[in-house]
């Protein structure tokens, strides 16, 4: 008898997808606080959340299987049943340096003015022992180009990969990419060759699925923030 507190599985498509799962709640997800290298474990409802995204994800075959190295996304991982995930240093979280640890609000104060993360960056406070570690964080940009490192990989298994750029899938299979919320929006917005600020508009909730694939010779966005907690 199906578990009805289960949400029905998504239908894979006969044609490649690369599917994007954020991983579930943690104590700084609740609160909203910034989570990039600091690595906290999933809440008890961050393992529903995990629970019910692998019954979303349960009628798909994934060829290749990529995790954040991050304790919470590695533990999704496993819960949605692909323990043996490969870790892709690329797809950890943004390295937020200040800012980690801290709220946008927290932020907001100490500027004086609203703090926008795909706007300002995080270098718009001082590095400081107790946030980041000292570290100054990552530019935007600079996610970007591992987002970009992270989808030249997948595109070897998608099939999407040769002489026409990624314009189109070939005869390769689905690939899950488990990571972050700022990461796998940015993630979304080089697989479509836009700026990287407009991550800005796309929603991602905690073990929310995305689904990237290919259409009229374009990379496309097929479903976003699917079953989102």
């Given at each position: ?23 579930g ?20 409802a ?29 533990r ?33 104060e ?78 979304a ?17 905690t ?20 079953a989102?907690?």
């Amino acid at each position: 008898m199906p578990d009805e507190t289960m949400p029905p599985p998504l239908r894979p498509p006969s044609d490649p997808q690369l599917v994007l799962l954020r991983h579930g709640q943690t104590e700084w997800s609740a609160s909203g606080q910034h989570t990039g290298r600091t690595d906290l474990p999933l809440t008890e409802a961050g393992e529903r959340q995990a629970r019910s995204a692998g019954a979303t994800l349960a009628d798909y075959e994934f060829a290749a299987v990529l995790t954040s190295p991050r304790e919470r996304a590695r533990r999704t991982a496993e819960i949605v049943g692909h323990p043996g995930a490969v870790v892709d240093e690329d797809l950890a979280e943004w390295d937020y340096g200040p800012v980690d640890g801290r709220t946008s609000r927290d932020v907001s104060e100490l500027l004086g003015r609203d703090f926008q993360i795909f706007e300002d960056g995080v270098r718009v406070l001082p590095p400081s022992a107790d946030h980041g570690d000292g570290r100054p964080g990552e530019t935007l940009d600079q996610v970007a180009v591992r987002a970009a490192r992270v989808i030249t990989r997948a595109e070897q298994v998608l099939g999407g990969s040769g002489s026409d750029g990624g314009s189109g899938a070939g005869a390769g299979g689905h690939v899950l990419l488990v990571a972050h919320g700022h990461l796998l929006r940015v993630l979304a917005t080089v697989w479509l060759g836009v700026d990287p600020r407009l991550g800005a508009r796309f929603e991602l909730g905690t073990a929310a699925v995305c689904l990237l694939g290919y259409g009229h010779g374009l990379r496309t966005i097929e479903g976003w923030n699917l079953a989102a907690q």
